[in-house]
């Protein structure tokens, strides 16, 4: 009981000595404002683009593997992946016959052309050609008419389903169903308007909403399907472990590609958790470098505020005097200032925490989803008493270890 209320009487004294030098608390703080804002900052923006990050490439489903010619992150030199054969969609249709425990292995092939409706034009948009079994291993559904279907591939047909970023750019928020549009010198009818999915740019990967998806036939005919690299994505079936199905979805690839027990795959699989672990990798160094520079603002930052901790123990060394004389301990003298040092840094703490809201909100409206959570409130207050305390250490311990009669005769 005694602490407790010797430690309220020490924060009563601290506070007091900041009410009788508040200019001089408010440029001491600037430092630790400077550093929480950059701590909330970094770990709002890490957040929010993890938030954004993942929720764009969930369209690819975690239940999805994706046969390609190299893997969408590699290590190793690219020429040694580049003389690797194409899927071809005899290939897909083999894998189709032999891999019957998968839900659907959807081929798609890509190009990059400008699409044209009336004297509106986009370039380089990426062209998807695809089947009806996208629906299958995809989330992403159309928000106006339809789907490619089974009919649209078998026939050839001329019809595409446009992404929301093209159906705003060309239609200006006409309905652009049954419209004509031409994709290079063709010309394709609009089938349907795809859900607005995000991009998955952080990597360099497409813009989801910036694309178009036509027939995979109709794709090969007119923009020669023989000349381009075919992905397969399979979808594997419920309650089947992933790596169960990965490895039999790799066995039916080398049979397929006759590849004897000695050869090295000519394939690669990937899947959702490679991005995952890339991103958190990448996600990590950020951090890193971002936290260097925020230490070095908080060690600065502290640095000024040990210095005014010290010229404040000089200016009340007589009060320091007068304390000890009427019976006020070491602990007492050294909580008294602790509490100081750490009430500055709770000032600069609050304030970088309402500057943060700003520079959260600025994110949030023209970069990513960032929201300011309670954690990260907490986290970046925490850091600021942590480093007022570690600042106030030393000219807290000076303090208490005045002689009061030497204190009392200063002037």
């Not at 001491?28 to 954004?52: F, Q, R």
């Not at 004897?260 to 951090?287: H, Q």
């Not at 006020?328 to 509490?339: G, P, V, Y």
Request: proline share 4%; charged share 20%; aromatic share 8%.
């Amino acid at each position: 009981m005694r602490r407790a209320h010797a430690a309220v009487e020490s924060l009563r004294i601290a506070l007091a000595a900041l009410r009788a030098n508040p200019a001089r608390g408010v440029l001491t703080t600037l430092g630790i404002v400077i550093g929480i804002v950059a701590v909330a900052t970094t770990m709002t923006a890490a957040n929010g683009l993890a938030t954004s990050f993942r929720d764009n490439v969930s369209i690819l489903g975690t239940d999805v593997l994706y046969v390609s010619r190299v893997p969408w992150i590699f290590n190793g030199p690219f020429f040694e992946l580049r003389n690797r054969p194409r899927l071809t969609l005899k290939e897909s249709d083999k894998l189709v016959r032999s891999l019957r425990s998968a839900v659907a292995v959807n081929p798609t092939a890509e190009t990059q052309r400008p699409i044209k409706y009336r004297s509106e034009t986009s370039e380089n948009i990426r062209i998807v050609g695809t089947t009806d079994k996208q629906m299958l291993v995809s989330s992403a559904v159309p928000e106006h008419g339809r789907f490619l279907t089974e009919f649209d591939v078998q026939t050839r047909r001329r019809v595409c389903v446009i992404g929301t970023t093209i159906h705003e750019r060309l239609f200006d928020g006409q309905d652009p169903v049954n419209k004509e549009l031409k994709i290079g010198r063709d010309g394709f009818r609009v089938i349907g308007v795809m859900e607005k999915q995000g991009s998955a740019g952080f990597f360099g990967g497409p813009d989801f909403d910036s694309q178009v998806f036509i027939p995979i036939t109709t794709f090969n005919k007119v923009f020669g399907g023989q000349f381009r690299d075919f992905n397969l994505a399979v979808k594997a079936p419920p309650g089947v472990d992933l790596a169960d199905f990965e490895y039999e979805l790799v066995g039916e690839m080398r049979k397929i590609r006759r590849l004897g027990p000695g050869e090295d795959d000519d394939f690669a699989i990937n899947k959702m958790d490679s991005l995952l672990d890339a991103f958190n990798n990448v996600m990590g160094v950020l951090l890193l470098i971002g936290m260097s520079v925020t230490g070095i603002s908080l060690f600065v930052g502290g640095v000024g505020v040990m210095n005014i901790m010290f010229v404040s123990v000089s200016e009340r060394t007589r009060e320091i005097g007068i304390r000890k004389a009427i019976g006020a301990k070491r602990r007492a003298i050294m909580q008294q200032f602790l509490f100081e040092a750490a009430a500055i840094c709770l000032v600069g703490g609050t304030i970088g925490v309402a500057l943060s809201v700003g520079v959260a909100a600025v994110i949030d409206r023209m970069l990513m989803p960032a929201n300011l959570s309670l954690p990260i409130v907490g986290l970046a207050l925490g850091v600021s008493m942590l480093v007022g305390l570690i600042a106030g250490l030393i000219p807290a311990w000076r303090a208490s270890r005045l002689n009061p009669i030497e204190a009392l005769r200063y002037e």
